[in-house]
């Protein structure tokens, strides 16, 4: 036997990557790199949002509390707590972001036109809007911008609450304030905020 042929049996075999073991990482990579881009597109949509998001919250929260202040006030009466199709004075369905009229209730009949905070500016088609720095970052200078919410509506629903033997309380009254916009540029897409309450009869 030569030293040759002793060195040719003494060299490990070498092995490579079966085609199919590499298709089977690239798949198991492809679909990890998929997840982390779609976590990332959630994040920036939830980024671009959040703005929107807090006035929804802010109107949401605006309109539960003044009915609740009508309420502790005796401004109007638990029977007129409810939507119009009930004899109540809250509008049925979706309304555009108006300023609270004279009964100091938003959603009502008497809902008038607003003007900018500390402006007193006309907003635009009299829908609520709100005054945000312009390109100096300073609030209160000359390049501040107007942001109309006519992309907002609210609705604001009631309905009865049930005893446990089926009848009707009649000094209980279930309310729900939707807050819904949509975003500009966002094929049409819209999300909504929503708060739950109950208004008593008792203050």
């Known amino acids: 036997m030569t030293p040759a042929t002793k060195f040719r049996k003494r060299r490990p075999a070498q092995h490579g990557f079966a085609l199919i073991e590499v ?11 998929c997840a982390v ?24 929260l605006d309109a539960m509390e003044s009915i609740y202040t009508a309420r502790n006030s005796q401004q ?12 109540g004075i809250f509008k049925n369905g979706a309304q555009q972001l108006l300023c609270a009229g004279p009964d100091g209730l938003v959603g009502t009949a008497d809902d008038v036109a607003c003007t900018a905070p500390d402006t007193g ?37 009631f309905n009865s609450v049930l005893l446990p033997n089926g009848e009707t309380n009649s000094n209980l009254i ?14 049409g897409l819209s999300r909504t ?4 309450g109950l208004i008593s009869s008792y203050y």
Do not use: W
């Open 193 to 196: 905020y929503t708060v739950n």
């Open 76 to 87: 109007v009466p638990f029977s007129s707590i409810n939507n119009v199709s009930a004899g």
């Open 121 to 157: 500016a006309a907003c635009p088609g009299g829908i609520e809007c709100l005054v945000l720095p312009g390109p100096d970052g300073i609030l209160g200078t000359a390049d501040d911008e107007v942001m109309s919410l006519s992309n907002f509506t609210r609705t604001i629903t």
């Open 37 to 60: 881009l779609a976590a990332f597109a959630a994040t920036i949509a939830s980024t671009e949002s959040a703005q929107e998001d807090l006035i929804a919250r802010h109107k949401a």
């Open 23 to 33: 298709m089977i990482s690239m798949v198991i990579l492809s679909t990890g790199l």
């Open 174 to 187: 279930a309310v729900t304030i939707q807050v819904t916009y949509t975003k500009p540029g966002r094929y």
